[in-house]
């Protein structure tokens, strides 16, 4: 394993932590990405003994949300992943330079690193017209990619538009934009979906990197199962509101104000692959993920999805629907159940008045028929 003085020595020198938050970090990891009992000590060996591995990071076709995401990240902070954790060796955005000093500084790190570097591509890349809407240092997007990939270790997909093309491939998609996986066919491409992704998804593939020499179990879409195994449904805040048939049917309504399901509203939640509600965003709380501040998801970490299905649109029920006793999540078009009817089943069927009430308030709108529709 290793010498408890050695890396305590070599945490404060480094990390400026002492051995046991540093611990907590590596741990933190670990459960991220679902590692089993010990990979925490074997993430911290690498992390102080090993060399930082080089990282060359691409702009394309994107907002920079992706880098603004990884700025704001706590554990570590910045400073700390770039100078401590790996060696940022080429980032437009975060270089001081520009010009032709930074193109260098990009062909120096792929010559001392071939074969070892990691590869890092934020935005979309546009193929029309042999890729000409988007260039860097004179090369295209696409003449970029191909290039810095050939001597990576590794390649990862940051964003949507990096991952499947995101907003930028939406129609009419004039400049041909596409994701990475469709561009480097053959090589192994992680994809970290999200706009913008979570921080640690990313910083946790590049620790697995580091630590075992290789990189996550990913889905079929390329992304880590860790991270994108779960729907986002399943572990949402209000996932209590759907279960019980509590639903927000307009912005700023009595259920809305109540923090009650959003699904009515449009969110895709029940449809979209993401540990959003899991890990947050920002270390802020739970108001710094869409669905927390009141805003349905938009399923920016589906293909199809994001950017593709309009937000008021109704998702497409996975795995959960709510229990029978309650209204239907969606209901036929017309005027719904009366009041009068629901009285006479509670009559018949020797119901107490109480409940009955229960099941009428349960309805909302749809007593007036101004919740109907069928499933989209």
């Known amino acids: ?4 003085t050695e890396i305590s020595r070599e945490i404060a020198n480094r990390f400026n932590l002492d051995r046991r938050d540093f611990l907590k970090f590596c741990a933190a990891m670990a459960a ?4 089993p009992k010990g990979a925490d000590a074997q993430i911290a060996q690498a992390m102080t003994a090993k060399e930082r591995p080089s ?15 990884m700025l704001r990240a706590e554990h570590p ?5 770039i100078l401590e954790i790996i060696s940022l060796d080429y980032h437009e955005t975060l270089f001081a330079a520009a010009g032709h000093q930074v193109e260098a ?41 191909k290039e810095c990939a050939e001597g990576a270790a590794a390649v990862i997909a940051i964003g949507s538009c990096a991952s499947w093309g995101g907003m930028p491939s939406t129609p ?40 075992f020499g290789a990189l996550p179990a990913v889905d079929d879409k390329g992304r880590p199962k860790f991270a994108y195994s779960r729907l986002i449904h399943e572990n949402c805040e209000r996932r209590a509101h759907f279960d019980a048939g509590r639903f927000a049917l307009e912005f700023g309504d009595e259920g809305h104000r109540k923090g009650y399901c ?6 895709k939640g029940p449809e979209t692959y993401a540990n959003c509600p899991a890990i947050l965003f920002n270390d802020v709380g739970s108001g710094s993920w869409p669905v927390g501040t009141g805003h349905p998801c938009i399923g920016c970490t589906e293909k199809g999805i994001g950017f593709a299905k309009p937000i008021h649109a109704l998702a497409e029920l996975q795995n959960q629907r709510p229990p029978v006793g309650y209204p239907r999540v969606v209901e036929e078009q017309g005027a719904g159940a009366s009041i009068g009817a629901i009285a006479t089943v509670a009559a018949v069927g020797g119901l107490a008045i109480g409940a009955g009430a229960k099941l009428v308030g349960n309805l909302g709108k749809s007593e007036d028929g101004q919740d109907s529709g069928k499933q989209g």
């Open 77 to 81: 902070t910045i400073e700390k992943l």
């Open 32 to 35: 991220t990405m679902g590692l």
């Open 172 to 211: 009419p998609n004039p400049t041909g934009s596409t994701g990475v996986p469709e561009i480097l066919v053959g090589k192994p491409v992680v994809t970290i979906p999200g706009c913008p992704p979570n921080p640690y998804n990313f910083l946790s593939t590049v620790v697995h990197f580091l630590t």
């Open 105 to 145: 500084a990009r062909e120096a790190a792929m010559k001392k690193n071939w074969g070892k570097y990691v590869l890092v591509i934020e935005g979309a890349i546009p193929v029309k017209d042999n890729g000409i809407y988007c260039k860097v240092g004179g090369k295209t997007a696409l003449q970029l990619t």
């Open 262 to 267: 959003l699904y009515k509203l449009g969110c």
């Open 55 to 69: 990282v060359i990071w691409l702009h394309f076709q994107e907002c920079t949300g992706c880098t603004e995401s």
């Open 1 to 4: 394993m290793y010498d408890d």
